[in-house]
Each structure stands twice: as structure tokens, then as C-alpha cells.
């Protein structure tokens, strides 16, 4: 198994582009998330999704959009970046068990930086 | 009130010493509870799942605490390996929604 795949592993960006970060899990996990780390700092929930078609909002969505078509691909979408989005942002995924997620595997990161 | 809280640290001791760290959750109906270990710009991993028995991992001890709603975990016999960011985290299901909440972590710096 791969696990979780993210990419790019490196990226920098324009004020007002915008991008797509990938994330695909191997593995079958219902529940996918995305955070956002600045450094010193801990993680910040994005935007988290528990199956395919079902997306919710975290701690930080704004500027952000995520889609669930499938199981195993979970894309976070910066609609105008700003150097405000600077940050490393990790995707997770898990099992969904009947008291909420459990153990998360994280993918390696993207680091992302906005001029 | 944060949903999960931590003593950011640092927390500076020697090898050898033995440390230990507490969160705090505030939501009762948690059912789910790790500790996780981030190095220095990489991702978090596992380091344990916590039960209400408490329960042991080599030098790693962690236990729960339901009525006080804290988790804690203790490290023996330290190691300069084990200098990193160690993130409390919790998980639980609130109506139909679920999330899993994580603290910002606590810092441990092992000196030789």
C-alpha cells in the first residue's frame, strides 16, 4: 500500500492564482481531512470530509474548496491565493469508526508558498 | 475554550529523566484518544492509542481520565530521540457529524 499521497511535495504561487493539492489514500478510509500548519504552530482543521459526496467545513475553510467524488481522492482547491496560505498543509485519512475517526495517517505534507 | 488543550513546552530535560504531559478535552462524549509524535517539518505519526485502562508501550505509559477529561503520558528513561512536538489528540461524534480534534502539541527538547 501506498498509504497517503500528496502532491506536489513543493509549490509556489502568484497572488490571486489558484491551485489544486492532491490527496489520495490507498487504503479505503470513509474519513479524509486536510490541515494547515504555519511554522510554530499547531494543526488547523481545513476542510474534512467523512465518504465520497459528503464534505464539511473545519476551523479555516475560507478560501479553500474540497470535493469527495471518490473514496480515495480528496483534491483541496485554492480558489486566489494570498500570502496569507503560506503554510505546509497536510491531508489525513482514517477509518470511521462508530465513536468518530480513528488512528489518522497522514500524507508527507505540501509545502506551499505564496509570493 | 479550545476543544483541546496542551502546555505548549518547551520542556527542556535530560537524557534519562522521565517527563510527563497532560491535555485537556472538553467535550464529554469523546470517544477516541492518541498521542502522536511530530519531528521538525515532517508529518505527525502515531506514537499510541490511548484506552481507559491506560495502557504501556515500552518507556511509553498514557492514561485517560474520563471524569477529569484528561489525558496524559508519561516518557521513562528519555532518549535524545525522543526530542520532538508531542500532539494530544481526541475524536468523537456530535450528532451525524464526527471530527477528530488535535492539540498544538507540546515541544520536548532532550538534552545530553
Known amino acids: 500500500n501506498a498509504g497517503v499521497t500528496q502532491t506536489p511535495k513543493f509549490q509556489v504561487l502568484k497572488t490571486g492564482q489558484s491551485m489544486t493539492l492532491q490527496c489520495a489514500q490507498d487504503?479505503?478510509?470513509?474519513?479524509m481531512s486536510w490541515y494547515r500548519q504555519d511554522p510554530g504552530m499547531g494543526l488547523r482543521l481545513i476542510h474534512y470530509?467523512?465518504?465520497?459526496?459528503?464534505?464539511d467545513q473545519g476551523e479555516v475553510p475560507n478560501g479553500y474548496n474540497v470535493s469527495r467524488s471518490t473514496t480515495e481522492d480528496f483534491p483541496l482547491r485554492l480558489l486566489s491565493a494570498a500570502p496569507s496560505q503560506t503554510s505546509v498543509y497536510f491531508c489525513?485519512?482514517?477509518?470511521?469508526?462508530?465513536?468518530?475517526?480513528?488512528?489518522?495517517?497522514f500524507g508527507p505534507g505540501t509545502r506551499l508558498t505564496v509570493l | 475554550r479550545k476543544e483541546v488543550e496542551q502546555d505548549p513546552g518547551p520542556f527542556n530535560v535530560p537524557e534519562g529523566a522521565t517527563v510527563a504531559f497532560n491535555c485537556t478535552y472538553s467535550?464529554?462524549?469523546?470517544?477516541?484518544f492518541f498521542w502522536y509524535r511530530q519531528d521538525c517539518r515532517k508529518e505527525p505519526k502515531l506514537l499510541m492509542s490511548v484506552y481507559s485502562s491506560g495502557n504501556e508501550d515500552g518507556r511509553f505509559t498514557a492514561q485517560l481520565n474520563r471524569a477529569s477529561q484528561y489525558i496524559s503520558l508519561l516518557i521513562r528513561d528519555s532518549k535524545l530521540s525522543d526530542s520532538a512536538t508531542y500532539l494530544c489528540?481526541?475524536?468523537?461524534?456530535?450528532?451525524?457529524?464526527?471530527?477528530?480534534?488535535f492539540g498544538s502539541g507540546t515541544r520536548l527538547s532532550i538534552r545530553p
Open positions: 489525513a485519512s482514517s477509518f470511521e469508526l462508530a465513536g468518530g475517526p480513528g488512528e489518522q495517517f
Open positions: 487504503m479505503n478510509h470513509e474519513y
Open positions: 470530509s467523512v465518504g465520497a459526496g459528503i464534505t
Open positions: 489528540v481526541v475524536s468523537f461524534r456530535r450528532s451525524s457529524a464526527s471530527k477528530i480534534i
Open positions: 467535550n464529554s462524549a469523546s470517544q477516541s
